[in-house]
């Protein structure tokens, strides 16, 4: 089975790697040929975890700059965000679409990603919608949700969560 994670910062953040870490390994027991491509803000520090034959790689996190920007203002669709990956807007969108494409399963991890505790909500949510878009099922692995303290987030939340094939797991 081929599984893309999202939402995990980095291993410069040792809880991220710690739950990654155990996410990897744990699927790797259950099915030892299990592959993995990991969206990380920092994939030249996250790779030195791989060894060889490890069946993991790491990629950019695709969105950002403006396309953050338009996952909150602009597309309401989630089709849309396949548009602009065949459009190449620029390499990490590339290859972030074709990542999406090329998983059975998108796995959401983080933590309190998915509140108003942090910032960057709008960012969070777009790998879901993208994962909609492309007919994925999504799993959400250890988040808290909530609290919200902006009804446009807890909207944005909750029109997310309507999108494709959605799975809660807690750990």
């Known amino acids: ?7 995990m910062d980095g291993f410069r953040n040792k809880g991220c790697e710690a739950s990654l870490k155990a996410i990897v390994n744990g699927i790797r027991n259950l099915d030892g040929d299990a592959e993995f491509k990991i969206f990380t803000w920092t994939p030249e520090y996250d790779v030195l975890w791989v060894g060889e034959n490890r069946n993991a790689s790491f990629l950019t996190v695709p969105f950002r700059g403006f396309f953050p ?11 849309q965000y396949r548009l602009i990956g065949k459009l190449g807007m620029s ?6 679409m074709e990542a999406f494409q090329w998983a059975d399963v998108v796995l959401s991890t983080g933590g309190d990603i998915f509140s108003s505790t942090y910032p960057g ?12 878009s492309y007919k994925k099922p999504v799993i959400l692995l250890g988040h808290s949700i909530g609290p919200f303290e902006k009804e446009n987030e807890y909207k944005a939340f909750k029109k997310a969560m309507k999108h494709g094939n959605l799975s809660v797991l807690s750990i």
């Open 1 to 7: 089975m081929r599984f893309l994670i999202t939402n």
């Open 69 to 79: 920007l338009l996952g909150n203002k602009i597309l309401s669709r989630p089709w």
């Open 121 to 132: 909500l709008f960012l969070r949510l777009i790998p879901i919608k993208v994962a909609a």
């Open 91 to 96: 390499e990490s969108i590339k290859n972030g």
